[in-house]
């Protein structure tokens, strides 16, 4: 069983849900740090030589479509993650749908081949939005990486299942990859991306890694390209929020190093050729 790798492409002012988070009329006057942290990581990607899933922001796209050009010529697949960084839950669901087929487009329409996976800003798959799995096998994706399986603040969804499993739906069905959470006394927890794997101790995360693989789950991690940007500029935002989001910034690159050289990695489009036909129908 192997790691999965994934990159959330967006700026540092894409973070969700606090009265200070830009809305995407401000976005283009901010000044931009993604193509320089996206060229960092995709350096660190190809030093040792692993490739990921790169889940882009359909704006940042457009933005920079060299950064999509480039992760693809580098092997990396693309994938989405809508295209104006909304929370599901606060969309209807016309307007979600047009969001995750127009970030759909726009990377298919530049590196000319399909788009199969989406990820929800925030991981907002919730209660609140029944309809969440039907639009996104309408807009033709084939997979998805959306549902936090424990509590959170934008998200938080339980799971009948934690390991990656068939969704079906009258139009049709897609394999969901849940964030990879184990349980510690009992309860949900995910050392694998984020404020938790920014807090989270080196060999915190490997010992709950090879628990994870030994079950036969694969480990999904997620990373941002802030997050190995250290001196990118801070929004206004309260204690808790400022400790999730900034903590630890300094030694993300140093504990992904890490995990690239002691851990086997691959992209959810790679693992699922490998092992789609294990995942249980439903
Ligand atoms: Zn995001």
């Known amino acids: 069983m192997k790691c999965i790798v994934s990159v959330d492409v967006e700026d540092w002012f894409h973070i969700l849900d606090m009265p200070s988070s830009p809305q995407i009329a401000e976005w283009d006057v901010l000044p931009s740090r993604v193509e320089k942290s996206l060229m960092r990581l995709l350096d660190i990607f190809s030093e040792k030589k692993v490739h990921v899933t790169c889940f882009f922001l359909g704006w940042v796209a457009e933005k920079f479509p060299r950064l999509v050009l480039e992760a ?41 081949r399909a788009v199969i996976g989406y990820r929800s800003p925030g991981f907002s798959a919730t209660a609140a939005a029944p309809w969440f799995f039907e639009k996104v096998i309408e807009a033709g994706y084939l997979y998805d990486s959306s549902v936090f399986p424990a509590r959170r603040g934008h998200g938080g969804l339980q799971p009948s299942n934690c390991a990656p499993h068939w969704v079906a739906r009258n139009c049709g069905r897609l394999l969901e990859f849940p964030i ?9 927890m995910c050392f694998f991306g984020g404020g938790y794997l920014r807090v989270s101790p080196y060999c915190v995360i490997k010992r709950m890694a090879s628990k994870v693989l030994k079950e036969g789950r694969p480990v999904i991690f997620y990373i941002h390209p802030r997050e190995i940007d250290p001196g990118h ?3 206004p935002m309260n204690l808790g929020r400022r400790f999730k989001s900034y903590v630890n910034l300094r030694s993300t690159h140093g504990k992904v190093s890490r995990i690239l050289d002691e851990l086997e990695v691959t992209t959810f489009e790679q693992f699922i050729a490998e092992n789609g036909h294990l995942i249980q129908a439903l």
């Open 180 to 188: 990879t959470v184990t349980r510690v006394l009992g309860k949900p």
């Open 233 to 235: 500029p801070r929004l």
């Open 72 to 112: 693809s010529s580098r092997g990396h697949e693309i994938a989405s993650h809508g295209y104006s960084h909304r929370l599901i839950y606060e969309m209807t669901q016309d307007e979600f749908s047009r969001d995750a087929k127009k970030s759909k487009d726009v990377l298919e329409g530049m590196i000319g």
